[in-house]
């Protein structure tokens, strides 16, 4: 007999989560990120786009202030890793921007080996996002609250 709420069986599934160890893991790896993020990607193209245009080349095809935005994102999910509920999504968000970035290293910078590490990024970010689903959840329920 199915229940009358459709989602109920959603709920039990999306509610498994990693166990203590990989829990530890997890967290080592988003607070690295997180801070490789905001200190070392993002906060630079907040604090000094113009520099970061003249000495490297692969940007001066990227307009200033589409730096500035990615310099943005990349803070903002940097800080949405650290933070309990949003650490799902900040992960997934910096999946797709790791594999933007990608795609500009091969095809606009027009070098295809610095398109590794984004993509290894992606992965990386990809399995934390799945890892941290049941956050989505837990989200969306105190929001409907």
């Known amino acids: ?36 993020f905001i200190i070392a ?29 990615i310099g943005v994102v990349e803070v903002a999910g940097g800080i949405g890793l650290m933070v309990p509920r949003l650490s799902a999504l900040a992960a997934a968000g910096l999946s797709v921007l790791t594999v933007l970035a990608a795609g500009t290293q091969a095809f606009i910078a027009d070098k295809p080996a610095m ?10 970010f990809a399995w934390i996002a799945y890892e941290r689903r049941a956050t989505v959840t837990d989200l969306r329920n105190a929001l409907s609250r």
């Open 41 to 69: 990607s993002g906060g630079p193209k907040l604090v000094i786009p113009n520099t970061l245009t003249d000495n490297a080349p692969e940007n001066l095809t990227i307009p200033l202030g589409l730096l500035i935005f």
């Open 115 to 124: 398109a590794i590490f984004p993509l290894v990024l992606a992965a990386i």
């Open 1 to 36: 007999m199915t229940s009358a709420n459709p989602t109920a069986n959603f709920t039990a599934d999306v509610t498994d989560r990693p166990g203590k160890a990989r829990n530890r893991v997890l967290w080592t790896l988003q607070i690295l990120l997180g801070l490789f």
